[in-house]
């Protein structure tokens, strides 16, 4: 088991900027992708950015040149750095850990419990 706590979220003003963190409460080298999800009020959850194992990094188009994924395998932390918000990005964040499952074991799939980003002015 993989207990994820997000922090970071707030209120930020549009153009801002936050800082999103995710800790693990063991070692996460053995997990294959990390990644940020969120889910707009009334909408349904949705992929931000993920980050492999060896470090390949996927985007929303919609987040693409203003989001970074970042991982420290050391410190068990997973990273998004948000800039040039916008009130769109309004949205509760969730950090996610997945492992592929084997033909002897099941896939892994972890969540955290999410921290609000409110962007407004």
């Known amino acids: 088991q993989v207990q994820l706590v997000e922090s970071g979220g707030g209120l930020v003003q549009p153009g801002g900027s936050l800082r999103l963190s995710c800790a693990a409460s063991?070692?996460?080298?053995?997990?294959?992708?990390m990644g940020w999800y969120r889910q707009p009020p009334g909408q349904q959850r949705e992929m931000v950015a993920t980050?492999?194992?060896?470090?390949?990094?996927t985007y929303a188009d919609s987040v693409k040149g203003r989001f970074t994924i970042s991982r420290d395998k050391a410190k068990n932390t997973l990273s998004l750095q948000m800039n040039s918000l916008k009130p769109e990005d309004t949205a509760v964040y969730y950090c996610?850990?997945?492992?592929?499952?084997?033909?002897?074991?099941?896939?892994?799939?972890?969540w955290g419990k999410g921290t609000l980003v409110t962007v407004s002015s």
């Open positions: 996610n850990a997945y492992k592929y499952g084997t033909g002897n074991r099941n896939a892994e799939d972890y």
């Open positions: 980050i492999a194992g060896g470090g390949t990094t």
């Open positions: 063991r070692s996460t080298v053995s997990m294959n992708i």
